[in-house]
């Protein structure tokens, strides 16, 4: 398939460093300056210090995400005009990746960081597929919604991380049979035994990320934008948060290097 949707890099990262903090300052209270204010370069640098699990992209590869997203968001006719942080999931299972996106404007992209992901697939009889789109967060949170939290403790997911609510939607069974039906649509930080399998579609419906990944995601807020959960409180002043999951299906009939599978 091809994408047609225009990738423009948003420039350097380090370029708009002064500008988006000034920006931020402007706008917030002297009390509010004195926290931690991010931007898409330390963001970056974020990432690559503090995920234990990641993925390296060739250039070009960014940008076909960068292009796959925009497609995306077209086409489910979002109007997402401020700038903001996207988490963008491949959920074809020869990828099973997370990608966390700075989107400045319509096409103008830079890809933060990469992470194996587990998403949807035909495990067992009640598993659905995790549904394609672009999904806004909730705001409140469901941490019990799946198959895999009926044990305790749960068979996939860490107990006491913080689970990304995307509200109700309706998938098909992973078997690819049946009728659509509702499900919970969250993104959850995996439990150690379930991070060894990230990478593989093996999941309820959900999407299971690194818990290095969650806690960042969490810590500062990035897909908290206009939530009034005590969470978002708690976060570091960040401009120009996000809160959209961005889920495609890439079509490889093959596994590319940069995302090998699980050993």
């Known amino acids: 398939m091809q994408f047609m949707a225009a990738f423009v890099p948003s420039g350097r990262l380090g370029r708009r460093r002064l500008l988006l903090a000034a920006a931020a300052g402007c706008c917030t209270s002297f009390a509010a300056r004195s926290a931690a204010i991010y931007t898409p370069h330390e963001i970056a640098e974020q990432f690559e210090q503090r995920v234990a699990r990641r993925l390296q992209l060739p250039a070009s590869e960014g940008r076909l995400y960068a292009s ?13 005009v401020e700038p903001q942080y996207l988490l963008l999931v491949d959920g074809n299972p020869n990828v099973q990746a997370a990608f966390l996106m700075w989107r400045l404007g319509p096409g103008a992209y830079d890809l933060l960081g990469a992470s194996p992901v587990s998403t949807g697939g035909p495990v067992q009889p009640d598993y659905l597929e995790t549904p394609q789109g672009v999904f806004e967060r909730a705001d409140g949170e469901h941490a ?7 044990v305790k403790p749960p068979i996939c997911r860490r107990e006491g991380a913080r689970v990304l609510d995307f509200g109700w939607q309706r998938a098909r ?4 049979r049946g009728r659509l039906m509702p499900m919970r649509l969250q993104a959850r930080a995996a439990n150690p035994l379930a991070e060894r399998r990230l990478g593989t579609a093996c999941t309820d419906g959900c999407i299971l990320l690194p818990a290095s990944l969650m806690h960042l995601l969490d810590e500062l807020g990035l897909l908290d934008a206009g939530l009034q959960h005590e969470a978002a409180a708690r976060a570091a ?5 996000g809160r959209y999951l961005v889920v ?3 079509g490889r009939e093959e596994r590319p290097p940069w995302s090998p599978a699980p050993r």
């Open 68 to 80: 796959m997203t925009e497609l995306q968001v077209m086409s489910d006719r979002h109007g997402l």
């Open 144 to 150: 019990s919604m799946g198959p895999c939290d009926l």
């Open 173 to 176: 069974n992973a078997s690819g």
């Open 248 to 250: 495609v299906d890439s």
């Open 237 to 241: 002043t960040l401009p120009y948060r």
